[in-house]
C-alpha cells in the first residue's frame, strides 16, 4: 500500500507559513487599516464575584471609558483610552456605531439597572450628575461628563487627535443599542419604547422616524439588504433579570419607516426553545440566518443551545438548533468565509469561546478556545485574519489569529483598555481627504 503525504504537507505549509506571516513583526497587524472602538462600563467592579468573599465598600470607583486601537500592515498599535466621557453600561446585550467613513462613532447608555445583585448596591459620588434631570444645556457641553444612570446617545469625532464628544442626545426612553444601516447614512436605535431611525450629517445625529416598541427590551441586527430588521425582545428581562420567554420578530424597514410583518417563532420538532434570557441576536453576512443565544447568565450549571431562523422562509422561523454550546451565551461573530461562527462563553469561573459551523447540515459545535474572564463583544477584522474579544475582567482585548478555514489559534499579544469592558465595534481607519492642488 502507497502512503501520500501532500495533502497533510500542503495544509502544514499553509499553517506555518501563516503563522510566519503572523510573526513578521513585533507587534499586531491587520492585512488592511481598520479602526477598533471599545466601551467600558466602571460600575463592572462592583459586581465581581470575588466581592462576595472579601470587603467591599460598593463605591463608584472606576469611570467609564472608551478606546480607540488603530491597526494596520506596516505600524505598531495606535491606542487612547479616554475616561470620563461619556456615560456606558454593560448591562444588556450593548452594541455600538462607527459611520462607513470610520469617522464617528456613536454609544448608547441605558439608566436601567438590574433591581437584584451586587451592582444594585453600588452607590455614586455625591453631586455628580446621575441622570438626565440632573443635566443642563451648559452640563451637556462640557466633555468630562459621564452621567451612569443617564438615557443618552454619544458622537465621538475620531478624526480628531483628542476623540471629543461633539454630540449628546438624551431621550426620555431607554436607547440599549444602536447600529449602521447599510447606505452609510441612517443608523437605527433600539430603546424601551420606540425603534429609532437616525441620520448623521457631518457629525450630527437628527431624528428621521420612529417606530413603538410593544415587545420590551432586547437586541436587533439589520438585513445586509437594508430592508428587514430581526429582533428579540422581553418585556422584563433586562429590568428584572427573570420573566417570561423572549419572543422574536421581523420588521420591514422601507422608505426610513419600520412596519412590523411577523413573530418568528420555533418550528415544530427543533429541540430547543426561547428562553427568559435569549434575547442576543445577529444576521449572517449574506443574510440567510439569524443566531440566538439561548442565555443562562452564566450560572455553571446549563449549557446553552444556539438557535438559527431561516431568513429565507416567509415568514422567517427557528429551524435549527445547536445543542449545549455553552454557559452564558453571550454573543456571535461571523467569520467572512459565511461558515465559522464564534459565541463568547460567560462561566462564572473561566470563559471561553465556541466555534460554530453553521454551513454543515447539521449545524455543529467544532471546539472551545480559551478565554479571558467576562468575554463581551467579539468582532471578526474585515479581511477575517483576526479575531478581536473584549475581557471585562482584564481591561484587554484579546487576539485571535484565524489560520484555516475553521482554525483560530490565541495570540499571546493582546491590547490594554478600559477596565469593565462591554461592547467591540470594527470600522475602517478614518484618513482625511487630501486636498487637490490648484
Known amino acids: 500500500m502507497k502512503l501520500t503525504f501532500a495533502p497533510l504537507m500542503v495544509a502544514a505549509t499553509f499553517v506555518l507559513s501563516t503563522l510566519a506571516a503572523a510573526q513578521d513583526h513585533p507587534y499586531l497587524t491587520t492585512q488592511s487599516p481598520i479602526t477598533l472602538f471599545n466601551t467600558s462600563d466602571g460600575e463592572f467592579e462592583a459586581s465581581r464575584t470575588t466581592h462576595r468573599i472579601r470587603p467591599y465598600d460598593y463605591k463608584l470607583k472606576t469611570k467609564d471609558s472608551f478606546t ?11 491606542v487612547k483610552t479616554v475616561y470620563g466621557t461619556i456615560p456606558a453600561t454593560i448591562l444588556g446585550p450593548g452594541t455600538m456605531a462607527m459611520s462607513k467613513d ?3 462613532a456613536m454609544v448608547t447608555n441605558t439608566g436601567l439597572r438590574p433591581k437584584v445583585g451586587l451592582s444594585s448596591r453600588l452607590s455614586y459620588p455625591t453631586g455628580v450628575p446621575l441622570t438626565n434631570k440632573d443635566l443642563t444645556s451648559d452640563l451637556l457641553k462640557k466633555q468630562k461628563l459621564s452621567p451612569q444612570l443617564s438615557d443618552m446617545l454619544s458622537v465621538i469625532d475620531l478624526s480628531k487627535e483628542d476623540y471629543p464628544v461633539v ?14 444601516h447599510p447606505d452609510g447614512r441612517h443608523f437605527l436605535m433600539f430603546a424601551s419604547r420606540f425603534f429609532y431611525v437616525l441620520k448623521l450629517d457631518n457629525g450630527h445625529l437628527t431624528e428621521v422616524s420612529r417606530f413603538p416598541n410593544t415587545y420590551g427590551l432586547g437586541s436587533f441586527w439589520i438585513h445586509p439588504k437594508g430592508d428587514r430588521i430581526f429582533s428579540t425582545q422581553n418585556t422584563s ?3 428584572s433579570l427573570k420573566g417570561g420567554a423572549c419572543q422574536a420578530h421581523w420588521f420591514a424597514l422601507e422608505e426610513q419607516k419600520i412596519r412590523y410583518l411577523s413573530e418568528v417563532k420555533v418550528t415544530k420538532g427543533v429541540d430547543s ?5 435569549s434575547f442576543i441576536s445577529r444576521i449572517s453576512q449574506d443574510g440567510k440566518w439569524a443566531l440566538i443565544c439561548q442565555r443562562t447568565r452564566g450560572n455553571d450549571r446549563d449549557l446553552c443551545d444556539v438557535l438559527i431562523a431561516d431568513l429565507t422562509l416567509d415568514p422567517p422561523a427557528i429551524t435549527r438548533a445547536i445543542k449545549q454550546v455553552g454557559d452564558g451565551l453571550e454573543n456571535f461573530a461571523f467569520h467572512p468565509n459565511g461558515k465559522m461562527v464564534v459565541a463568547a462563553c460567560l462561566e462564572n469561573t473561566k470563559n471561553s469561546l465556541a466555534v460554530l459551523d453553521i454551513a454543515s447540515s447539521p449545524p455543529r459545535l467544532l471546539y472551545h ?11 471578526f477584522s474585515p479581511d477575517g485574519d483576526k479575531l478581536f474579544v473584549g475581557s471585562a475582567d482584564h481591561g484587554r482585548i484579546e487576539v485571535y489569529d484565524f489560520v484555516g478555514e475553521f482554525e483560530l489559534r490565541k495570540n499571546q499579544k493582546f491590547i490594554k483598555i478600559g477596565y469593565g469592558h462591554n461592547s467591540l465595534t470594527i470600522g475602517p ?5 487630501k486636498s487637490s492642488a490648484k
Not at 454630540?167 to 449602521?180: A, G, S
Not at 426553545?273 to 434570557?277: E, K
Not at 478556545?369 to 468582532?379: F, N, R, V, Y
Open 68 to 78: 480607540v486601537i488603530h491597526l494596520g500592515p506596516d505600524h505598531p498599535p495606535i
Open 102 to 104: 470610520g469617522k464617528y
Open 167 to 180: 454630540q449628546r442626545l438624551l431621550f426620555d426612553d431607554h436607547p440599549i443599542n444602536i447600529l449602521p
Open 237 to 239: 428581562a433586562i429590568t
Open 273 to 277: 426553545a426561547l428562553t427568559d434570557q
Open 369 to 379: 478556545l480559551d478565554a479571558a474572564g467576562s468575554s463581551q463583544g467579539a468582532e
Open 429 to 433: 481607519r478614518y484618513f482625511p481627504k
